[in-house]
């Protein structure tokens, strides 16, 4: 394979990747936003205010987790963190948007229901 069809290769896999990530990042700050504005129109805390469907979840995890085990592996060929900015880059945003969903669904204004 010449030098410019696997340059070219990876930029595709960057691009999608990173496409893959912007979508996570607006559905992560729908359900942030979605929360707040259910915590503020009930007037505070309440338990079981907002409810996440079963499979939703388990497809966002999904999701997460073939993305972070993509990036690592990408990282790791293209030899290490120094030479992998962008990488990187993409692998901290899409963990960040994890743990904010994750601590979306262990609120306790929060549950998972089978829909």
Do not use: D
Request: charge should be positive; proline fraction near 2%; charged fraction near 10%.
């Amino acid at each position: 394979m010449s030098p410019s069809v696997k340059g070219g290769s990876i930029a595709i896999f960057l691009i999608a990747v990173a496409l893959v990530v912007a979508v996570q990042c607006a559905y992560t700050f729908g359900q942030l936003y979605h929360v707040a504005i259910m915590v503020y129109k009930s007037g505070g805390w309440q338990r079981r205010l907002v409810s996440f469907g079963q499979s939703g979840v388990y497809l966002y995890i999904s999701l997460a987790i073939v993305i972070v085990l993509a990036m690592l592996s990408f990282i790791k060929s293209a030899g290490g963190v120094s030479r992998a900015k962008v990488a990187t880059a993409v692998l901290i945003i899409s963990l960040i948007n994890s743990a904010v969903f994750a601590a979306l669904v262990l609120l306790p204004v929060s549950e998972v229901v089978v829909r």
